[in-house]
């Protein structure tokens, strides 16, 4: 039986390692290339019958058309955004499938790390005594015991972090478009507006996709209502947040702290090594550039068992297209 073939985009050891491993039980010839999926990439997938893509690959028009004409049947995105794929653009000339979840004890975990990081200066007193300074001067946080936080999207990830604050003995509020009042109950918040969440909130996560009502809705305005001091973890998507209103927020001392996995123009930058370059967006240089702003290179997600996961979802929703099975992960398109 020929093996049906499949090119992977901006592949990193840890991809390749996990796809070598689990990919020996499925009938695949594989090919992994460091490059990024784009139009200048794109005449690579000619001879191929699938595209395993990710997050910072630029799949607009002009890439759909070249992989369309090189006879792709299938785009398989090994995350679960697709947002920097052009939709409207394939005419279901072929099919997308992606990794709705693959982790959220991960991602929910690493946000509460994140949280711990910020406000009690975990990173910063690491680096001092890495140097032999061993001064505390500077490094003062707060409790949260008692404290109030507001979690944006109670879906899985949302809330698992209720669960994780709640053992912090945490007071939460929440908001959602589609609020689930018996999760509530069980877990022990409270649903309430925005405005209500910004007034009432010490620290603040982003936890929901990002879609037309929820794009830059971390904003000027939305800052002016919460409290001064607060703390904003986001470990969503990094355009929730208008990243130069947070500029101005913080020079003005509104928000206390930040932590950020995620960043809007995170595709130039996060999960290469840049160390030796110039960083030339000003708005990550400056924000790198506050004592009181935390920067991860989006790796809330980044355990053993979400690359596992990752890996077997998409080499499954590759064999399911091939079977003929119907695509349970499949990105409509219309």
Do not use: W
């Not at 690491?126 to 032999?132: D, S």
Request: charged share 25%.
């Amino acid at each position: 039986m020929e093996k049906t073939k499949i090119i992977f985009f901006d592949i990193k050891e840890y991809d390749k390692e996990f796809f070598k491993k689990y990919g020996v039980n499925f009938n695949f010839e594989m090919t992994f290339l460091k490059v990024k999926l784009s139009e200048e990439t794109a005449n690579l997938t000619k001879g191929y019958d699938v595209v395993c893509g990710f997050t910072s690959d630029d799949i607009n028009k002009e890439t759909i058309d070249i992989m369309a004409n090189n006879g792709i049947k299938l785009l398989a995105m090994r995350c679960a955004g697709f947002n920097n794929v052009s939709l409207k653009d394939i005419h279901n000339r072929f099919k997308v499938v992606r990794v709705p979840a693959y982790s959220p004890h991960a991602i929910a975990e690493y946000t509460v790390g994140l949280l711990m990081s910020v406000n009690r200066k975990i990173h910063k007193a690491y680096a001092r005594t890495r140097e032999g300074n061993f001064s505390i001067n500077g490094l003062v946080g707060f409790d949260l015991y008692k404290k109030t936080a507001g979690i944006i999207g109670t879906g899985k990830i949302g809330q698992i972090l209720i669960k994780i604050l709640k053992g912090f003995d945490m007071n939460v509020v929440a908001y959602d478009l589609f609020p689930n009042q018996k999760v509530a109950d069980e877990l022990g918040f409270e649903y309430v507006s925005l405005d209500e969440l910004y007034a009432k909130s010490d620290v603040i996560s982003l936890n929901c996709p990002l879609t037309n009502e929820t794009k830059y809705m971390i904003n000027r305005n939305s800052m002016k209502k919460m409290k001064d001091g607060v703390i904003i973890v986001n470990t969503g998507r990094g355009a929730l947040i208008d990243s130069v209103d947070l500029v101005e927020a913080l020079k003005d001392k509104k928000v206390g702290a930040v932590a950020l996995d995620v960043y809007e123009e995170e595709e130039d930058y996060f999960f290469e090594d840049k160390s030796t370059q110039v960083i030339e967006d000003d708005i990550l240089g400056r924000l790198l550039s506050f004592y009181n702003v935390l920067i991860t290179s989006h790796q809330a997600y980044f355990t053993h068992e979400a690359l596992e996961a990752i890996t077997l979802t998409t080499l499954n929703n590759i064999q399911d297209f091939i079977d003929g099975k119907e695509l349970i992960n499949e990105v409509h398109q219309n």
